[in-house]
């Protein structure tokens, strides 16, 4: 922000700003409609073919159209005013620029043979505006001019209410820039969920009847043939279902069985007891026939 600020108040302003603040103004007076700074010079390199594609708004029905162009680092404005069929020049310097109006009035005739339109009788002149006797001031001195047009003011500011129109013009373009960058707010929408409980099943109680009859007297007689009935019924009980539970067979555990055993013979003799039978045996031998 204190770039702007230097360039509104000290410096000369540039392309970008004449064309940011033109924007707002025309956005606000849309019968107002201007071309950008290098438009005519387009036209002029490229003719007619080459900037028709520039043009995206019915420029016949507006009342007036802006062409913001640089002459020498110096700002000057062509003003068409549609109806009366006029091409204005307006100038702080007073200079003549016949050759600029000139190739704004050929453009014209070129854009009514295009849209099929019979050709005006469009006329040139140099508009009267305030003089301007700095070098510094034709920015914003054509924007002011810019801003009595679209709104049909007459131009009546002098070189004493510059700094006051910098201002303004700088509030202008600062709002509007705040305003295309500052992000929407996002807001996330409340989720309302609405339960459905049934309603509890409730018994009405009735105050009025009772459903429970009422008490009766029961005679001797009764009590007897209710009890004759009774006996004379004969109940059947239903035995009882027994599940049998058959245990699973039992599969002995693989060391426990004896396929792979192999049944010893019963004159099976160990290797231990061959040795001590031997061993007996020699010293039998010796014990009876002893050495010389």
């Known amino acids: 922000m204190a770039g702007y600020t230097n360039k509104f108040f000290k410096y000369w302003y540039n392309s970008s700003t004449i064309e940011d603040y033109l924007t707002i103004l025309t956005n606000e007076n849309p019968t107002s409609h201007f071309f950008s700074v290098d438009f005519l010079k387009k ?3 490229e003719g007619f073919k080459g900037t028709v594609r520039w043009v995206k708004k019915p420029i016949l029905d507006m009342n007036s159209i802006l062409f913001p162009i640089n002459v020498g680092n110096h700002w ?11 091409v204005v020049c307006y100038d702080g310097k007073h200079r ?3 050759h600029i109006l000139s190739k704004i009035k050929t453009f014209l005739t070129d854009w009514e043979n295009h849209s099929g339109v019979q050709p005006s009788a469009w006329w040139t002149l140099h508009g009267t505006t305030p003089t301007q006797y700095n070098n510094d001031d034709c920015g914003p001195w054509i924007l002011a001019i810019a801003k009595c047009v679209a709104l049909v003011e007459p131009i009546c500011f002098t ?3 510059i700094p006051q129109l910098r201002l303004q013009q700088y ?4 709002s509007n820039t ?5 992000p929407t707010p996002r807001t996330t929408p409340y989720i309302t969920m609405q339960l459905t409980t049934p309603p509890p099943k409730t018994t009405p109680i009735n ?8 008490p009766r007297t029961i005679q001797l007689n009764e009590i007897q043939s209710t009890t004759t009935a009774t006996t004379d019924e004969v109940t059947t009980q239903i035995p009882p279902t027994i599940t049998a539970i058959t245990p699973a067979p039992t599969i002995p555990h693989p060391t426990n069985s004896t396929e792979n055993h192999k049944t010893r013979n019963k004159l099976y003799v160990s290797k231990n007891t061959k040795r001590r039978n031997r061993r007996t045996f020699y010293k039998t031998i010796s014990n009876t026939h002893p050495t010389t």
């Open 43 to 45: 036209y002029c390199e």
């Open 76 to 86: 000057i404005i062509i003003v068409v005013y549609l109806k009366s069929k006029a």
């Open 96 to 98: 003549n620029h016949q």
């Open 159 to 161: 070189e004493k209410d």
């Open 171 to 174: 509030q202008s373009i600062m």
């Open 178 to 182: 705040m305003q295309l960058t500052t």
């Open 207 to 214: 105050t009025t009847q009772s459903d429970t009859p009422p």
